[in-house]
């Protein structure tokens, strides 16, 4: 069961695994990234992020929801991890079903605009977000369970 589905340009770091997973207490973590899953030593630096306090999955946009919708982690808490806005759409489109999406941590670089002290956006990040406002997709900004929440939906649009 996926109990957070996260867009974090970090993917897996003390925030997630510390801040989310002492509340949280999932089984397992799996991050969803295409160029990740492709690079043993990028795929190698993540899985060792956790130190095996949970199960850790790295997994192409394709194989997380193949394997979401297959069943496979039907007995698991699951933290569902993705680079992106434009993740979420494409995770969508495959066939996996979204109604909510944390928007943990969409960091500053050059040609992104400030939302939040924790979320930056350029225009791609706005239309990918735009698209999952269109579909349905409660955007809940938040950094850590303790923090309060921010509903960016009128945000974005």
Do not use: C
């Not at 990234?33 to 043993?40: I, K, L, R, Y």
Request: charged letters at 30%.
């Amino acid at each position: 069961m996926i109990d957070l589905l996260r867009i974090d340009d970090r993917l897996i770091h003390a925030q997630v695994v510390i801040g989310w997973g002492r509340v949280l207490h999932p089984d397992r973590i799996i991050a969803a990234d295409d160029e990740v899953a492709s690079d043993e030593w990028l795929r190698n630096q993540y899985l060792t992020a956790t130190q095996h306090e949970f199960k850790v999955s790295i997994l192409s946009l394709q194989d997380a929801v193949d394997q979401i919708a297959g069943g496979v982690f039907d007995s698991e808490k699951v933290i569902l991890l993705v680079k992106g806005p434009k993740d979420v759409v494409r995770l969508m489109d495959l066939g996996l079903p979204v109604e909510e999406v944390n928007v943990g941590g969409l960091h500053y670089s050059e040609g992104k605009e400030r939302i939040l002290d924790f979320v930056y956006l350029n225009e791609a990040d706005r239309t990918a977000l735009r698209e999952l406002v269109k579909r349905g997709v409660t955007l809940e900004a938040r950094a850590l369970p303790e923090n309060d929440s921010v509903i960016l939906n009128s945000r974005v649009v």
